[in-house]
T-cell receptor
Framework: GENVEQHPSTLSVQEGDSAVIKCTYS??????FPWYKQELGKGPQLIID?????GEKKDQRIAVTLNKTAKHFSLHITETQPEDSAVYFC?????????????FGKGTKLSVKP | DAGVTQSPTHLIKTRGQHVTLRCSPI?????VSWYQQVLGQGPQFIFQ???????GRGNFPDRFSARQFPNYSSELNVNALLLGDSALYLC???????????FGEGSRLTVL
């Protein structure tokens, strides 16, 4: 079955710097790749997603890139702010948008120091 | 509008007992999914229900079962609890089978 690896497990940056989180997946049939942010005591919240027919997607300070050949995708956060501090999860699905069944990475704890 | 609501928020059980967790989706959402999140790990898919029918099942033993009611709320049942069942159980809803997943804040189960 699908396996999603996520790196790094922890990431500490200064406010204003950029942060990059990388994920690789094993199932070449996966075609939907969302990113979730989970704050302490809360459920995960979708922040951005990308489908396999697109190489890059951007939403303000957040961007995601996808390399289908290498089977990896990355989250880029620019101009980080303290409120970006949270655990970030990547996920993959082969269901083309049927989001009930997502395979998640183990998460990256991002700390943004003021 | 209310988001996904789950109850109870915390509970403690002993090995061998059973537990029922409840989820109310966002109004108008017809799909509910359940995930287990062990401390320090990503959520792991357990079930998806859409229009009261099971649409998907993850790699969990038969001790885990779920159902969806006519009002689209859902229950997750776990029988014969094991220490390893201790986790945060997340419910997520979406408008249909496809669509953005909205997660609740979870039910934290501790098995002693």
């Amino acid at each position: 079955g699908e396996n999603v690896e996520q790196h790094p497990s922890t990431l500490s940056v200064q406010e204003g710097d950029s942060a990059v989180i990388k994920c690789t997946y094993s199932d070449s049939a996966s075609n939907y790749f969302p990113w979730y942010k989970q704050e302490l005591g809360k459920g995960p919240q979708l922040i951005i997603d990308i489908r396999s027919n697109v190489g890059e997607k951007k939403d303000q300070r957040i961007a995601v890139t996808l390399n289908k050949t290498a089977k990896h995708f990355s989250l880029h956060i620019t101009e980080t702010q303290p409120e970006d501090s949270a655990v970030y999860f990547c996920a993959a699905s082969r269901d083309g948008g049927s989001q009930g069944n997502l395979i998640f990475g183990k998460g990256t704890k991002l700390s943004v120091k003021p | 509008d209310a988001g996904v609501t789950q109850s109870p928020t915390h509970l403690i059980k002993t090995r061998g007992q059973h537990v029922t967790l409840r989820c109310s989706p966002i109004s108008g959402h017809k799909s509910v999914s359940w995930y287990q999140q062990v401390l320090g790990q990503g959520p792991q898919f357990i079930f998806q229900y859409y229009e009261k029918e099971e649409r998907g099942r993850g790699n969990f033993p038969d001790r885990f079962s779920a159902r969806q009611f006519p009002n689209y709320s859902s229950e997750l049942n776990v029988n014969a609890l094991l220490l390893g069942d201790s986790a945060l159980y997340l419910c997520a809803s979406s408008l249909g089978v496809t669509g953005e997943l909205f997660f609740g804040e979870g039910s934290r189960l501790t098995v002693l």
